[in-house]
T-cell receptor
Framework: DTGVSQDPRHKITKRGQNVTFRCDPISEHNRLYWYRQTLGQGPEFLTYFQNEAQLEKSRLLSDRFSAERPKGSFSTLEIQRTEQGDSAMYLC?????????????FGAGTRLSVL | AQKITQTQPGMFVQEKEAVTLDCTYDTSDQSYGLFWYKQPSSGEMIFLIYQGSYDEQNATEGRYSLNFQKARKSANLVISASQLGDSAMYFCAMREGENTGNQFYFGTGTSLTVIP
């Protein structure tokens, strides 16, 4: 298995444009998470899926943000009408649900720059 | 209040020496998990070590060990025999509660530099 994959690695966009990021989790993992990380900070939780169901959303996830995981495999995170404050690293993680440690394995992230 | 506090923005260690990175946490749950991740400049968060709140022994994974002091709510990471490749950001994280699907709370990280 190649681990969690995110695409693109870097995205530069102009304010007001829409952007979409993709995350492919580790294949046997049923849980998928999105986090946002700004410079000098740790990752902050955005949302979480178990299979195709979106079970939890952070207050950080404004109406301009939407995430999907249509078939319980890959996920997309869309930001509409981007703002300069959206500039950050967007990290995806996956884990295997059930009892136990629930170690989340992370991808390399998508770095978004909004000009 | 912050769930995870890392008070050392930057640390330096001589190659082959041991170093301790501090982490304190805040939770009222009896069941929780503590994690350490390494983030090199490439950006990927790499899992290092896990400690469960009910684990009686400190976790160890190769050169990494976790000094878990439950009463003090601290979960310090000890890296023995530091290597140049250990230079990176290190994040402490916590999962609260019994539900293993819960989100992680991360600290602000410690930047470790290993000096040759």
């Amino acid at each position: 298995d190649t681990g969690v994959s995110q695409d693109p690695r870097h995205k530069i966009t102009k304010r007001g444009q829409n952007v979409t990021f993709r995350c492919d989790p580790i294949s046997e993992h049923n849980r998928l998470y999105w986090y946002r990380q700004t410079l000098g900070q740790g990752p902050e939780f955005l949302t979480y899926f178990q299979n195709e169901a979106q079970l939890e959303k952070s207050r950080l996830l404004s109406d301009r943000f939407s995430a999907e995981r249509p078939k319980g495999s890959f996920s997309t995170l869309e930001i509409q009408r981007t703002e300069q404050g959206d500039s950050a690293m967007y990290l995806c993680a996956s884990s295997f649900g059930g009892q136990g440690k629930n170690i989340q394995y992370f991808g390399a992230g998508t770095r978004l720059s909004v000009l | 209040a912050q769930k995870i506090t890392q008070t050392q923005p930057g640390m330096f260690v001589q190659e082959k020496e041991a170093v301790t990175l501090d982490c304190t946490y805040d939770t009222s749950d009896q069941s929780y998990g503590l994690f350490w991740y390494k983030q090199p400049s490439s950006g990927e968060m790499i899992f290092l070590i896990y400690q469960g709140s009910y684990d009686e022994q400190n976790a160890t994974e190769g050169r990494y060990s976790l000094n878990f002091q439950k009463a003090r709510k601290s979960a310090n990471l000890v890296i023995s025999a530091s290597q140049l490749g250990d230079s990176a950001m290190y994040f402490c994280a916590m999962r609260e509660g019994e539900n293993t699907g819960n989100q992680f709370y991360f600290g602000t990280g410690t930047s470790l530099t290993v000096i040759p």
